[in-house]
């Protein structure tokens, strides 16, 4: 069998901050990339525009843009970032190296906790002001990764990993896409909205930041919209959760802190709007026990003002799954929870564990 490179591929949008007293206009030009020769001519340009092409393996296709740049897609197989998923899910590639040859071995279907590094993240944005309209197709593993230096609109958004739900060989009957989160966010001042993500985990992660607006998404397939896992020293506070469809996740809305975290917090977390259906495991998790489900909790994250406000979160889970489940450490849940714009049908009334704050809600 003829060795096949292992393709690398990540997409870096930057942009330099603003420098006062730099003129856009010097840059007024168009940069066109057919390759990732073309680049580091076309990102002097305020215009930007990407053709079709492929990534070559092992390379990083790289955009550090100036300020206030403009990026197209076109003629870009509908306006695409095709991350050859399949190719990583069945294969996992085990150089060894004995008399120069490469051996391939079935697919793992472990995404990123498979035996090779895959890339991940697959799209890296580090710009501010809007990023919109663009479809991600099968993922390696996670997509997003956001660290926007000033205010980012991301939205109008597809990442289609829905491919990956197929089991394969070596997947045990299981998706052969794993660990394809939708966003993982360590940021500030980020909304995300008008979005659509297909994929085998969560549709958000929110792991630290603050002021962050997830709104009128839909989440298919995967793991709900999470804030956390939240580690030692992280704070994660106002963030809004409104108005998005999840259907056929594992949980609807859930908040996951790691049972060995000290000195973090979670505050200032609202559920409004939001319609579920299809929950496989539970309606609603907070769980201090991360990466247990439901297990130890620890209690060196305080978690508090967690509300479900304003119109009805509407939340249907599976018949044996649980409604909602709270598992606090000791003390570590604190004040008056507003839950009253929450309904949760089917299933079982899960625990709450450690903490009576939760008014205005029953199960
Ligand atoms: C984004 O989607 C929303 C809702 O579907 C739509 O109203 C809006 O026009 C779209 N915006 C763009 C830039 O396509
Ligand atoms: C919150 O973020 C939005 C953009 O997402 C920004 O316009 C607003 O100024 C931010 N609010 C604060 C208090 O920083």
Known sequence: MAPRALI???????????????????????????S?????????????????FTVPAGKTFNLALVSGATVNMVNGNGHTFNGNGPFYWV????????????????????????????????????????FTNVKVLNSPARVYSISNPEPLLMSNLTIDDSLGDQPNAASNGKAAGHNT?????????????????????????????????????????????????????????????????????????????KATATDASVSGVTYSGNTA??????????DQSYPDTLGTPGDGCIVSDINFLGTLNKIAVNSDAQQVAVNCGEGSCTGSWDWSALEVSGGTPGEIVNFNGIQGFSQ
């Open 277 to 286: 259906m299809g929950m496989r495991q539970f309606g609603v998790l907070i």
């Open 91 to 130: 294969h996992n590639l085990v150089q060894l190296m004995i008399i120069s040859m490469s051996i391939y071995l079935p697919q793992d279907g472990l995404g990123g906790n498979g035996g090779v590094t895959k890339p991940a993240p697959m799209m890296k944005i580090k710009i501010s002001g809007t």
């Open 181 to 257: 989160d939708g966003f993982d966010v360590s940021t500030q001042n980020l909304v995300i909205q008008d979005s659509v993500i297909m994929n085998q985990d969560d549709c958000l992660a929110i792991n630290k930041g603050s002021n962050i607006t997830f709104q009128r998404n839909t989440c298919s397939g995967g793991h709900g919209i999470s804030v956390g896992s939240i580690s030692s020293g992280a704070t994660v506070s106002d963030v809004s959760i409104s108005d998005n469809f999840i259907v056929n996740n594992d949980q609807a809305l859930r908040i996951k802190t």
């Open 36 to 52: 990732l020769d073309d680049v580091s001519a076309a990102v002097k340009c305020t215009t930007v525009n990407i053709h079709s």
């Open 8 to 34: 690398f591929l990540l997409f870096i949008f930057s942009a330099v901050k603003y420098v006062e007293g730099a003129s856009p206009s010097s840059n007024a030009c168009t940069g066109d990339i057919s």
